[in-house]
């Protein structure tokens, strides 16, 4: 019985073992339903995005601020259910650019593009939006696919509307 028993415990502490040496690792499959600063900062990693400024909102919700490997700047935010900035199953990525194009032709740029949101905050400011819902769960991997959905979409719209990117996210959404 012991011949049995301590190949058994061993193949049961092996994958506890692994666990213990990364506890930052998430596995593509691991399903998602709520995100914390912690999740975002790993968000980032996978993007190959550099980190400049964690924060929280007014309602406790994590926030990260990000320079992306192309020199993008955006935002991830969360939205939470709890006042205490816990079980945050909405991510937000956003990018903010300058640009003087009208609203209507910011209209057509967004009816191209089904995968975020492009739209106009003021004269001379434009913001790219992409909403992730994590209810009953996304996969990690789906999860930092929406990211570089994001990123990459990002980057072409950029060049539609001003040719360059020259604003920066901030706290208040502008720089």
């Known amino acids: 019985m012991q011949k049995f028993l301590a190949p058994l415990a061993m193949c049961l502490a092996m994958p506890l073992a692994a666990v213990a040496q990364s506890p930052g690792a998430r596995s593509p499959d691991m399903t998602i339903g709520s995100v914390s600063v912690g999740d975002l900062h790993m968000i980032l990693d996978g993007m190959g995005a550099t980190l400049t400024l964690t924060g929280e909102s007014d309602l406790k919700a994590p926030y990260v601020f990000a320079i992306s490997k192309d020199g993008m700047s955006f935002g991830i935010f969360t939205a939470c259910a709890n006042p205490d900035g816990t079980d945050c199953r909405g991510v937000e990525f956003l990018a903010v650019f300058d640009s003087e194009q009208s609203a209507a032709d910011i209209s057509t740029i967004d009816q191209s593009y089904a995968a975020v949101s492009v739209f106009k905050t003021d004269e001379n400011t434009v913001h790219v939006s992409r909403y992730v819902i994590l209810d009953h769960g996304v996969s990690w991997?789906?999860?930092?696919?929406?990211?570089?959905?994001?990123?990459?979409?990002?980057?072409?719209?950029?060049?539609?509307?001003?040719?360059?990117?020259?604003?920066?996210v901030t706290l208040d959404g502008v720089r």
Request: glycine share 4%; no cysteine; aromatic share 4%.
């Open 141 to 168: 991997a789906n999860l930092l696919e929406n990211a570089e959905v994001f990123e990459v979409l990002s980057a072409k719209i950029s060049t539609q509307v001003n040719g360059h990117v020259t604003a920066q």
